[in-house]
């Protein structure tokens, strides 16, 4: 790549320096979008798999960090789909026994469980912008959509997470 004004080349970012940075908070949003800290871990290194194999292009992506993000958020709505559609499965095949579950005690774990529930890009939005304390032109970035459509987002996702856990709907946007 050369530079603008003194034909200056410069090199991308190297692959590993910027797993380093990133898969830190790449785990925390793919744990926030699918409950489960052992998929958050898969569901991260596969994203990065696919970053690695394509770095000559996604490195000199702006943002190589919301491409990852980007297939993280899909790769976890896909997994949450899944196993939705299997635990449905399961329970027609196991009418006779009935597993209760632990109760969760976490209030976060409630609020993530909620946000999980929530439609897929309403869930995305409010992960990366809470939990990652993105700013909305990041979030829109990342879920390859206009700011506008980013807030609409966060302001639906907001709304359907107060109606759900009985909270006042606070005015900020």
Partial sequence: MQGADHGIVT??????TFYQREFRSVVGLAYALSGSRWAA?????EAFIAAHRKWDRIGEYESPGAWVRRVVAN???SLYRKRASEARAMARVAVRRQEVLPALDAEDD????EVRALPKRQAQAIAL??????PVIEVADI??????????H??????RLAQRLGSPLGDSS
């Fill in 110 to 113: 409630e609020f993530w469980a």
């Fill in 154 to 159: 966060l302001h639906k996702g907001r709304q």
């Fill in 75 to 77: 790769m976890a709505v």
């Fill in 129 to 134: 912008h809470y939990l990652e304390d993105r």
């Fill in 143 to 152: 879920l390859d959509c206009s700011p506008s459509t980013a807030k609409v």
């Fill in 11 to 16: 090199l991308p970012e190297r692959f590993e």
């Fill in 41 to 45: 871990e898969d569901l991260a290194q």
